[in-house]
């Protein structure tokens, strides 16, 4: 895991999005979509990508309700590459349960494995298991304080819940080589999150989806602020942000652009946004949280939210809705063998103006 004064990581996130078949348009089936992420995991690993992240759904557009179970097969087919999650819905998970699945995770893949916990903006997993939403915040709190609890691999005594039963000397097994599961928070923008993740003494994970990534910047100093007031040691922060990489800047917007709307249009259906417009989009590829372009106007981009934002780790939501598999895996390769070496020649010629 990377902290302020070591070398900036990068990442590739995935959520399993749908994709459609090239010829015809259909979607494919679940099972194909997750063996194809399986590839695109792969793919990252060679093309010397630090971190792949998988995140967690429970509905139809997104075929991975169960992070740690791709990653595990992923871990089988990499050597190097850490494996985590993009997020872990904690809330409506058993924090035990949760800690053995990772540990397995951890000790298949030779201790790569990470997780990011949050709360998640979707709530499908709340009734499907069972969870009421109104304990929303309660549960991710309590939820959060045993998990931390756990990381010590010792036998745990908790009652501080009022969701879940207590623990007296509890044991989650398998234990792991290193002792701990490394873990960040994500948080979408809530400063309580943010204090949060400082007070257990976490990394911070920022996803920034809309809007211009420099307006983060009293998340990122709320956070450096925060760690100090708790007495925390300096901690790495990463941001998740969606984006395309093709080898011209005119190919990867109009490449992305109709799986861009037509994502946002299905979810912002459910949500009550207006139809998304392509002024909005483009929009968001010039100044906002889309990082869409050829190799260089992607790293120049990237450089820009390292300086604005003084982050240790940059994370690209690669798989874009319905975007067909071998789109991404040229988004992929362009990522590991351009994109990144870019951003660390911008940043080592002037980490102030790059």
Known sequence: MSGPGTALEFGLDTFGDVTADPDTGRPLTHPQVIRNLVEQAVLADHVGVDVFGVGEHHRDDFAVTSPEMVLAAVAARTERIRLGTAVTVLSSDDPVRLYERFATLDALSHGRAEITLGRGSFTESFPLFGYDLADYDRLFSEKLDLWTELQGEEPVTWDRGTLRAPLRDARAYPSTERGSIPT?????????????????????????????????APFTDLYRRALAQFEQPALPIAVHSPGFVADTDEEAREGLFPHFQESRNRIGAERGWGPATRAQYDAEVDHGALFVGSPETVARKIAAAVRDLGIQRFDLKYSNGTMPHAQLLRSIELYGTEVVPRVRALLAQDPVTA
């Open 184 to 216: 960040w928070i994500g948080v979408g923008g809530s400063p309580e999150s943010v204090v949060r993740a400082a007070r257990y003494g976490y990394p911070l994970a920022i996803a920034i989806i809309g809007g211009e990534p420099a307006r983060f």
